[in-house]
């Protein structure tokens, strides 16, 4: 058996459980990037707050604990005003544009003395630094015990935290376990950020920004962001923990990690590798926002009540989800949990889904109202997934995350669950959710979304009776193919139909070529039932390997409605053992996604080659003017998945040096620290989810 890791960054893969043993040592490095987030404004939410937060990882094979942290950095232009590129405190390059690393000399905010410059070293600066120099033992650390109703201390002194729930022999083994993993003075390290995607909310006034992520030391942090000068020193505030929080359910995790952390010299198996690598709050985070008159969550004026709420997911860390009422972001509350243990989520999986807030118009009592609803797939299935390359293998014996399930955003309760009783969903749905609000009301009326077993699906939740709501199956692919990453979900041109683009690729076995991937383009009418079909009703498109483009495929509405084939849509067949990893954003009819393909010969680079696609899907024209369809990137790897932005930034760059810097609207998607620039008009043209605040997968 193996289990991959996917770094998403400067690209690295691992097996938890069989490591690469033949070239690990490349691995033993720092700069590995993680998912990115950006605040909204607060004032104006179309557009981004110019701060990048990107979690980071340095892998170790010789340890269960990874080092990590959470770092700031903005968006801007390039010496020569060209390109758009990731800049440090001082304004400089984060990435060097000959070698693809990270620059030696870059600084990101929240980094200061001994620590300037922190370049690619992943314990320098940023979060960790404000825990060794600023906090140590003064850290906020919380936990939940019994019915986990109420934030108590995580510390030793707590009484309600008992030996056995740590795996712990005696009260002074368990306290040891909870010094080391709370005290940062015993126990110097943040731990590492993998596939928890930070989630920056913006408070507006004095509060400004926090920042809400996992890490896999048993923490989920809260943390004050915002930028620092680049004269200033690091402040009491900004980049400062607000609190950690460690959750019951990983109580035992954490013991573990620590007996496997004191012992990890003399307790190597026989190809130095650890097994079963412990993982935490893993997940990416999501946020039901509610602003007042003024634009801000919290100094409510009479009668209001604004709020925040973050959701915790867990990867592989467990088959939970957490709701923290935030609305005081240094005082969080628990506001509900639910596990596999809780009445009607039996078939809950690891939670991979990030949720997904919405509002929906539905009947309650025979009364119409709007309810926020948080909506995700069932998660993802170890036993089946992990072992079976085949992804509908009918000797597969499947017992979780198979279907959706729609809650009361505030309170946790089901309003609706699709399940294994519904003929054809028999896989798991591990994938994020894509939501769309269609007529432009502010209320959700479609969702689509893939599983395991290589079918696209849509649910209709229009009708305000739940008894009418319709799962229908629109795509099935050839046996052994996965939707791991969210559908794309974009009206066309012509406004006749929805373009539902997504990508197959089981990226947990990363070095895999016995399958063969596709990327789908279904077209979904807006004026007749949606069909269900499969490869063979599509029209197949290719790439010409020497221009890198569709060649004579290009094509216009006119063209499609004269074949029946591509009146359905179309498909690509990617190259030998090429995944689509992330899911496909569309903008200003600019489609862009990754994938990898792993090394199989020794002409290159060991971890694989990394893509980044982007083309026009309705002319199949590449970067949407006739370019090539997809550019690779240095050193390889699996790219994190892309984080959209819109932003107003300044063009400093005045050929007679007296005059004011232009102000520019740019949007883009960044993959970690590689951005793809979607143009300076900002996101016209894109009708995408309703949704109370930002969210990406």
């Known amino acids: 058996m193996y289990l991959s ?30 998912a990115a987030s950006l605040p909204l404004s607060a004032h104006n939410q179309a557009v981004n707050e110019n701060q990048v937060y990107i979690g980071m990882f340095r892998p170790d094979r010789d340890a269960p604990f990874w080092e990590g942290n959470l770092k700031l950095y903005q968006i801007g232009l390039d010496a020569t005003s060209t390109e758009v590129v990731l800049l440090d405190a001082e304004g400089r390059p984060v990435v060097d544009s000959a070698s693809g690393l990270v620059n030696s000399q870059a600084r990101s905010f929240w980094t200061s003395g001994n620590n300037s410059p922190d370049g690619a070293a992943v314990s320098l600066g940023g979060v960790a630094q404000g825990l060794r120099d600023y906090l140590g033992k003064s850290r906020v650390n919380l936990t939940c015990t019994g019915p986990c109703n109420v934030l108590e201390p995580f510390a030793a002194s707590n009484t309600n935290l008992l030996p056995g729930d740590f795996g712990a022999q005696d009260a002074a083994q368990m306290h040891s376990i909870i010094n080391w993993a709370s005290d940062i003075g015993v126990q110097p390290f943040h731990g590492d950020v993998i596939h928890s995607r930070p989630e920056a909310i913006n408070y507006g006034g004095s509060l400004g920004t926090y920042v809400f992520y996992g890490s896999n030391d048993g923490m989920f942090h809260g943390v004050k962001g915002g930028l620092i000068e680049k004269s200033a020193v690091l402040s009491s505030k900004d980049g400062e923990e607000a609190w950690a929080f460690t959750a019951p359910e990983h109580f035992q995790q954490l013991g573990g990690l620590f007996d496997r952390q004191a012992a990890y010299s003399t307790d190597k198996r026989s190809d130095n590798t650890f097994a079963n690598k412990p993982y935490f709050f893993d997940g990416s985070v999501t946020s039901y926002l509610r602003y007042n008159s003024n634009h801000q969550i919290g100094n409510d004026s009479a009668g209001e009540s604004s709020q925040a709420i973050i959701y915790l997911t867990a990867r592989r860390g467990g088959n939970l989800i957490y709701a923290l009422d935030v609305t005081n972001p240094v005082s969080p509350k628990v506001l509900w949990h639910k596990s596999a243990v809780d009445s009607g989520f039996a078939e809950l999986g690891q939670t991979w889904s990030t949720p997904k807030i919405a509002k929906l118009n539905i009947k309650s009592s025979g009364i119409e109202q709007e309810v926020p609803a948080l909506l995700m797939g069932l998660g993802y299935d170890p036993a089946a997934e992990d072992e079976v390359s085949d992804g509908r293998s009918d000797s597969t014996v499947r017992t979780q995350g198979r ?106 076995k990363p070095f895999d070529i016995t399958i063969q991937n596709y990327l789908l383009f279904y077209r979904d009418s807006k004026v007749s039932p949606s069909q269900s079909l499969t490869l063979e009703d599509l029209y197949q498109i290719t790439i010409d390997p020497v221009s890198l483009d569709f060649g004579s495929l290009k094509f216009d509405e006119t063209q499609s409605k004269n074949n029946s084939k591509l009146e359905n849509g179309w498909y ?88 004011a810097p232009e102000k520019k609207i740019i949007s883009g998607a960044l993959f970690g620290p590689h951005i793809e620039q979607f143009g300076d008009q900002g996101m016209g043209g894109r009708r995408k989810l309703w949704r109370y605040n930002h969210q990406d997968d």
């Not at 893969?13 to 691995?27: E, G, H, R, T, V």
């Not at 669950?417 to 894509?434: I, R």
């Not at 390889?636 to 107003?648: A, H, Q, R, W, Y």
């Open 403 to 508: 279907g959706l399930i729609i809650l009361n955003a505030l309170n946790g309760d089901i309003i609706w669950q699709l399940t294994s009783t519904h003929s054809g969903m028999a896989y798991a749905v591990p994938a994020s959710l894509t939501v769309i609000d269609q007529d432009g009301n502010g209320n959700a009326d479609l969702v689509y979304f893939g599983d395991t077993g290589g079918q696209l699906w849509k649910l209709d939740v229009q009708s305000t009776n739940l008894a009418d709501w319709q799962a229908k199956r629109l795509i099935t692919l050839p046996k052994g193919r996965k939707f791991l990453n969210a559908p794309d979900a974009v009206s066309s041109p012509d406004g006749y139909y929805d373009a539902v683009i997504i990508g197959s690729g089981d990226s947990e």
């Open 5 to 34: 890791i996917k770094t998403i960054g400067f690209g690295v893969f691992f097996m938890s459980a069989n490591l690469w043993s033949a070239d690990i040592d490349i691995y033993n490095r720092d700069s590995v990037l993680a």
């Open 572 to 659: 690509l067949e990617l190259e030998v053992g090429e995944k689509v990893v992330t899911r496909a954003i569309t903008a200003n009819n600019i489609t862009t996604f990754a994938t990898h393909i792993p090394c199989t010969a020794n002409d290159c680079n060991a971890l694989g080659e990394a893509r980044i696609y982007r083309f026009d899907p309705f002319n199949l024209k590449g970067n949407g003017d006739n370019e090539t369809v997809f550019r690779r990137i240095e050193h390889g790897g699996i790219l994190p998945p892309p984080t959209k932005f819109t932003l107003v930034i300044e063009d400093k760059n005045c050929e007679t040096g007296d005059c």
